[in-house]
Structures are given as structure tokens and as C-alpha cells.
């Protein structure tokens, strides 16, 4: 059993890699062929100088991931059958027992996971965003921020693990329905403190100033039914040139951001169309779907882990001559991407219909010319490819591609008469 578990995760980790390769390549190749000519649909609206500077930064940042995805395959196997995790095992069972154990093992591997990814974030964000006019970051920030992400990590993760490791070793048999309760109810905790208590570690989040924007905001929130716990607006120039609008927050404790560089380019019936776009996750139970999602999925996920903990196949198929708790958590979700990406497009699929209902939803309660044109200006803003893959962006794209989402608004009735 333990060498026919490790020829099934050598051919789904082979399947996997060649197929994201295969995918990236692709991608590049397609991207390159169209750079010369704005497709005919956005001809008139993006200039040839735009369309090629997406086209030269998305197959800069793919080229990039190429490297990535070596390299993340390379540190799997190092890890599993290339003996890193047994290592680890070896170093710190001689010294630590129980829970203390657990979060050595777990806390090392992402130490290691960290150091590795370290120069690769570092040449993301200061060669290729800084070559396309999208960097704001200084070194200092940069690792401000990871200073920070990390004491965040060490002060929530250490105390969620160990209680998560406890679980699992006191809970009997149905342990795993147990880790799933207490699961859920952390993330919802942290939907709920997240805007008040987190996210202001890193960014400034000032009230939106009154005016033209915000009287159509409160007034497209009424209209809609939406109750927020105030308007804000992100710092987020401080970082990047890219825009966004985002809704953060769960229960009564619900925040509207807008990034700054977002209101500095769109009109302001352009941003209460983003808005109503994104109300439309909201009427349309996007959210609530998504977290439904995720939870019926990581359900899924622990009753299978319940059902190879004790199997000894699960961690000598993958190099590993031990068996506990901290180990089966580490393997198993070291290894489950390889298996799951394959229906990568099923998940993709779902999230770009629930873009297009969105859509809809705005252009109901908003002019969809406007969002039409908030988009072309994001798209035109974040050098994003207007001509990518199909089967890329099938795999990929949790957003429609550029085409496809705006001749559907186009096509929506009514958008003549607004």
C-alpha cells in the first residue's frame, strides 16, 4: 500500500506540474501573439501603448510564476520523499513532546516556506511592479509589513494550533468534527474583528469627506437596502498604484474601503458603479455562499484527514517514517493541491458567475455605461491583459475575461437609456 500511495502522488504531482506549466506557457505565448493589435471591441477606448504594456507585464509576471512553480515543486519533494519533513521530525521529537512539538514542526516548515519565497517577493515587488510604474513600497515598508504579518501570525496561530493539535489528540475518533466546529468559528471571528482590530496595522483608514461621491454612495446604499458601519478610504497609494473597492467585515460590523488611487481615477457615478457591482455580491448572497463554500469544503477536507491519520501508508508514502497528529496535519495539506487542482476550473467557473450577476445587479441600480467605462479605466490602470488564454484563464480567472464581461453589459437592457 505505502508504494502505490507514492506512485499515485508522483503521477498527480507530475499531472500537476506539467499542466500549470503547460497552462503558463500558453498563456505567454497567446498574450505575445496578440500584443501587436487592441482586440476590435476596445480599439476606440485603449490605446495601442496601453494594450502592449499589459500584454509585455503579464508575460513578465507568468515568466516569473514559471520560476515559482519550480520551485514550490522542487520544496514539495524536498520535503515529502526528499526527507526534509522526516528531518525536522528527527530534530525537534528529541527535544519537544505534544503540542510544543506540533508547533515547532509547523512553525519551521513555514520559516523555511518563508525564507525561500523571501528574494522571489522581494524581486515582484521592486523589479517587475517597479519596471511597470505600479511600486510605491520602500524597502523599509516592505519589511515593516513583514514584520508585522509575522507577529500577527505568531500571536493568533500559535494559540489556534495548539488548540487545534489538542483537539485532534483529545477528541477521539471525531476529533476532526470538533477542529471543523472551532474552524468556523474563527474565521467568523475574524471576519468580524478584522476591519477594526487588523487591518489598521497596516493601513490608515480615513472616513470617506463629504461631497458629490459620498451623497451618491449613501443614496445608491439606500436604494439597495445595505446597511454599512461607515465609508472609508485606504491608504493604499502607499503601497501601489493599483486600485480596488472592497467590502470587509461580517454582521453589523460591515465597512465599504475604497483605495485612494481608485478615487483619484474614477468619476464618481464611474465609482458608485463599482459600488453597486460589488452590493451585488451582497443582494445576490455571494458572501454568504462563499462561506458556505469554504466551510462544506474544509469539512470534506478533516473528515478525509480523520480517515488517514491513522493509516501508516499516508506518511511512509510520503517519506516519513513517523506517525502523529502535527505530521498528518503537515502532509496533508502540503499534498492535497496536487491533487485538487485539476478542478481548479470548477471553482474559477463559480466565481465568474457570480461576477457576471453582479454585473447585472449594478447595471440595475447604476448607469452600466459608467461601470463599463470604471472598468476599461482598471483595466487600462493595472496594465491587466485584454486578450488572455482561454484555457488559462479557465484554470485561473476568478474575474471574466475583459471581453466577455463587457459585452455582457453592453447587452443589458436598458443601458442604452442610462
Avoid at 281 to 299: D, G, K, Y
Wanted: charged share 15%; with cysteine; proline share 4%.
Amino acid at each position: 500500500m505505502t508504494s502505490d500511495f507514492t506512485t499515485l502522488f508522483l503521477a498527480a504531482f507530475i499531472l500537476t506540474l506539467v499542466i500549470r506549466l503547460w497552462l503558463k506557457l500558453r498563456h505567454i505565448r497567446f498574450v505575445s501573439t496578440h500584443r501587436e493589435s487592441v482586440p476590435a471591441n476596445f480599439a476606440e477606448r485603449i490605446s495601442l501603448e496601453a494594450h502592449k504594456k499589459a500584454a509585455d507585464y503579464t508575460v513578465d509576471r507568468n515568466k516569473f510564476a514559471l520560476r515559482n512553480i519550480l520551485i514550490d515543486a522542487a520544496l514539495l519533494l524536498a520535503l515529502t520523499l526528499g526527507g526534509g519533513i522526516a528531518w525536522l521530525h528527527e530534530f525537534w521529537s528529541s527535544q519537544l513532546q505534544g503540542i510544543a512539538y506540533g508547533l515547532a514542526m509547523i512553525f519551521s516548515l513555514m520559516l523555511i516556506s518563508g525564507l525561500i519565497d523571501l528574494p522571489f517577493s522581494l524581486y515582484r515587488q521592486f523589479v517587475i511592479e517597479t519596471r511597470y510604474g505600479f511600486n510605491r513600497m520602500t524597502l523599509g515598508l516592505f519589511f515593516g509589513d513583514l514584520l508585522k504579518h509575522t507577529l500577527v501570525g505568531i500571536v493568533i496561530g500559535v494559540p489556534v494550533l495548539a488548540f487545534v493539535l489538542w483537539l485532534m489528540g483529545a477528541m477521539g475518533n471525531f476529533w476532526w468534527l470538533y477542529v471543523w466546529l472551532f474552524w468556523c468559528l474563527f474565521n467568523l471571528l475574524v471576519l468580524f474583528v478584522y476591519p477594526s482590530w487588523i487591518a489598521p496595522l497596516f493601513n490608515k483608514f480615513s472616513p470617506l469627506e463629504d461631497g458629490e461621491m459620498k451623497s451618491r454612495i449613501e443614496a445608491l446604499l439606500t436604494r439597495c437596502g445595505f446597511r454599512s458601519s461607515g465609508l472609508f478610504v485606504m491608504d493604499g497609494s502607499k503601497r501601489s498604484s493599483h486600485g480596488n473597492a472592497y467590502f470587509t467585515g461580517f454582521g453589523q460590523n460591515k465597512r465599504i474601503v475604497f483605495f485612494d488611487t481608485l478615487l483619484a481615477r474614477l468619476a464618481p457615478s464611474e465609482i458608485e458603479a463599482v459600488l453597486a457591482h460589488e452590493l451585488g455580491h451582497f443582494r445576490r448572497h455571494h458572501v454568504i455562499q462563499r462561506i458556505v463554500m469554504m466551510f462544506a469544503i474544509s469539512l470534506g477536507f478533516l473528515w478525509l484527514l480523520g480517515q488517514l491519520i491513522e493509516a501508516p501508508w499516508f506518511y511512509n508514502g510520503l517519506g516519513v517514517p513517523a506517525q502523529n497528529t502535527a505530521l498528518a496535519l503537515i502532509l496533508f495539506f502540503l499534498v492535497i493541491p496536487v491533487f485538487t487542482f485539476p478542478l481548479s476550473p470548477l471553482s474559477s467557473y463559480l466565481s465568474r458567475r457570480n461576477e457576471f450577476e453582479a454585473d447585472a445587479y449594478a447595471a440595475e441600480h447604476a448607469a452600466a455605461k459608467d461601470l463599463v467605462q470604471a472598468l476599461l479605466k482598471l483595466y487600462q490602470d493595472n496594465a491587466s491583459t485584454l486578450t488572455p488564454d482561454p484555457l488559462h484563464s479557465l484554470f485561473y480567472d476568478s474575474h471574466p475575461p475583459a471581453a466577455q464581461r463587457i459585452a455582457r453589459l453592453l447587452a443589458q437592457p436598458g443601458v442604452a437609456a442610462n
